[in-house]
């Protein structure tokens, strides 16, 4: 059983446009949520993180936005590059609990 | 700085038989860990450890056993491998602050493993 929800499973989007990954979570234990990026053929790295008393955080073109409410948060990807093409994960722990819960992924593409 | 390391980078096995997934890290991390990586499905914690000589399982530990006689690595053993068993495997490296989160695990490449 998933802990984190993941959604899409992928997308495709233009040069230059908005991607949208959106997860959703049950467990309010939960503390710390970052998005980990894969490329083909190598394994996932960390990209940005947010914890849950901030409702936004931008790194560069990328910006995570948190509902506690909701227990959702999404990643968002300002002017999509043909470089941002890869498998964005969630995922999210539990503070002193060093193991984290991935979403299913969703694989970006970007077309030139 | 080498970072995670994993060898084989591919394997096949026949059903019944028996290898390790080799992980060794260069950062002196405590905690290691081992997740299985299947399309559609994210990342499964197969095991884990918070220092040498500790392990615990994870959500998916059937059919695997760890070690971890050093700080550096972290052996995956299959005993007898079965189909099932065909997946990505990633080791993973962190080094938490007390009472804090994960901040970063940091991945090795990954050994691709089909069983037929």
């Known amino acids: 059983q998933q802990q984190v929800k993941q959604s899409p499973q992928s997308l495709i989007v233009q040069k230059g446009g908005i991607s949208i990954i959106n997860c959703a979570y049950e467990n309010t234990a939960f503390d710390y949520f970052p998005w980990y990026q894969q490329f083909p053929g190598k394994g996932p790295a960390l990209l940005i993180a947010?914890?849950?008393?901030?409702s936004e955080k931008k790194e560069g073109r990328f910006t995570i936005s948190f509902n506690k409410s909701a227990k959702q948060f999404s990643l968002h990807i300002m002017d999509s590059q043909p470089g941002d093409s890869a498998t964005y994960f969630c995922?999210?722990?539990?503070?002193?609990?060093?193991?984290?819960?991935f979403g299913a992924g969703t694989t970006v593409t970007v077309r030139a | 700085n080498a970072g995670v390391t994993q060898t084989p980078k591919f394997r096949i096995l026949k059903i019944g038989q028996s290898m390790t997934l080799q992980c060794t890290q260069d950062m002196n991390h405590n905690y290691m860990y081992w997740y299985r990586q299947d399309p559609g499905m994210g990342l499964k914690l197969i095991y884990y450890?918070?220092?040498?000589?500790?392990?615990d399982k994870g959500e998916v530990p059937n059919g695997y056993n760890v070690s971890r006689s050093t700080t550096e690595d972290f052996p995956l053993r299959l005993e007898l491998a079965a189909p099932s068993q065909t997946s990505v495997y990633f080791c993973a490296s962190s080094f938490p602050l007390e009472g804090s989160t994960n901040e970063k695990l940091f991945f090795g490449s990954g050994t691709q493993l089909s069983v037929l």
């Open positions: 947010i914890r849950p008393d901030v």
């Open positions: 450890s918070v220092g040498a000589g500790i392990t």
């Open positions: 995922a999210a722990s539990i503070r002193g609990d060093y193991k984290l819960s």
